[in-house]
C-alpha cells in the first residue's frame, strides 16, 4: 500500500516539511554535525525528507534494452560507459532515488541526481585507499542535494564536489564523464548497454514524476546565494565547464543557435569542441585529445547559484 507521500507530488511534500524543519529546534541537519562547515550554515536547509529518507540504491538490478519495456524512446537517461561498458539509468527512477551506488569491473562509482537543480553527476567513490558509499542527507545547499558518506558521515555538495563538512571536509570527489541522453538515442549508440530496472527493492510508482511541471516553472523552491540574471530561464539547461578554476556555462539553446553539430570554443587557453544533436537534445565537450570532459549540466540558477562569476557562451559570440 502506498504512503500518502508516495502519492503526493514530492516537491510538495518536501516543501511542507522543510518549513516545519525550519521552524523545530530538533530537526535543522538531520544529525549532521555542521560545527566547522565549508559554508555558512544558515544556507544549509532541510529539503523535507529526513536522513535516508529518500533512499539511495546500493543494489542495482540491469536488464538488457530488450527487455526495458518500461521505457519510452524519448524517457531521459544518463549514460555512463567505463572500459568499454555502457550503463543507462532512467531518470523516472532516479527522481525517487537520487544515488546509485554501483560498479564496471573494478572501478566503484556513485550516479547521483538533484530533480531540483537537473544535475546528474557521476563521481569515482574511490578516495585514497578507502572505498566511499553514499547516501541522500536530506539536505540542501544552493537548492541541490548534499550526499553524505557511510563511513565518516561527511556532507558532500554534489555540485562544488566537495566535502563541506565532516572527516572528508575539503576533499574533492573525482567527477567522471556522464551523458544525459533519451533512451532511444543512447540505446542506438550502445546497442550492447544494460539498463538500471525498476526492481530496485522499493515500492514506487516509476511512471509518475514526482516533479511534474517544475522544470517548465520558473519558480526556485529553495533559497540559493546567487540569484540568476534573468538572460535565461532559470531551469534552462546549460554545461557548466570547469578549466582551471574558471567557470563556463554553455546555455543548450546557444549551442543549438550555432547550428553545427561540432564546433569548436576556446576558454581558459584551451580549445574545446561542443557536440550537439538536436533531435536527443544532447550535448557534451571533448578536449584537444577527443577525450570527453566531466561537465555538470543541470538549470541555469544552479550553475549561476554556485559560480556567480561564470561566463557564457553566446551563438553570435558576445
Excluded at 282 to 301: H, L
Amino acid at each position: 500500500m502506498k504512503t500518502l507521500a508516495h502519492r503526493w507530488p514530492r516537491v510538495w511534500v518536501a516543501i511542507t516539511c522543510s518549513l516545519y524543519a525550519l521552524t523545530s529546534p530538533a530537526a535543522p541537519y538531520n544529525g549532521f554535525d555542521l560545527s566547522h562547515s565549508l559554508v555558512d550554515r544558515s544556507r544549509i536547509l532541510a529539503g523535507g525528507p529526513a536522513k535516508d529518507g529518500i533512499p539511495a540504491i546500493d543494489q542495482p538490478h540491469f536488464v538488457n534494452p530488450q527487455q526495458a519495456a518500461y521505457l519510452k524512446p524519448g524517457d531521459r537517461i544518463l549514460g555512463i560507459e567505463i572500459d568499454g561498458t555502457p550503463k543507462a539509468y532512467p531518470i523516472k527512477i532516479l527522481n525517487w532515488h537520487e544515488i546509485v551506488n554501483d560498479r564496471i569491473g573494478s572501478t566503484d562509482f556513485a550516479i547521483t541526481y538533484c530533480p531540483l537543480c537537473g544535475t546528474g553527476v557521476a563521481f569515482a567513490s574511490k578516495m585514497g585507499k578507502q572505498t566511499l558509499n553514499f547516501g541522500v542527507s536530506g539536505l540542501l545547499y544552493n537548492s541541490d542535494v548534499l550526499l553524505y558518506d557511510r563511513q565518516t558521515e561527511s556532507l558532500w555538495s554534489q555540485i562544488k564536489s566537495q566535502a563541506i563538512s565532516g572527516p572528508m571536509i575539503g576533499r574533492k570527489l573525482q567527477r567522471l564523464p556522464i551523458t544525459h541522453s533519451s533512451w532511444q538515442s543512447w540505446r542506438s549508440a550502445h546497442p550492447d548497454t544494460r539498463v538500471m530496472s525498476p526492481q530496485t527493492g522499493y515500492s514506487r510508482d516509476y511512471d509518475q514524476d514526482p516533479y511534474s511541471g517544475y522544470e517548465k516553472s520558473s519558480t526556485v523552491y529553495f533559497r540559493v546565494e546567487h540569484k540568476a540574471p534573468a538572460w535565461f530561464h532559470p531551469k534552462e539547461r546549460v554545461l557548466g565547464l570547469e578549466i582551471d578554476g574558471q567557470f563556463k556555462a554553455y546555455p543548450l539553446s546557444e549551442i543549438d543557435r550555432v547550428g553545427k553539430p561540432r564546433f569548436e570554443d576556446r576558454f581558459a587557453g584551451q580549445t574545446v569542441t561542443l557536440h550537439w544533436d538536436q533531435n536527443s537534445q544532447q550535448a557534451g565537450i571533448t578536449d584537444a585529445e577527443g577525450q570527453d570532459i566531466a561537465i555538470i549540466e543541470g538549470f541555469w540558477f544552479a550553475w549561476f547559484a554556485f559560480h556567480p562569476d561564470t561566463s557564457v557562451f553566446r551563438a553570435d559570440g558576445s
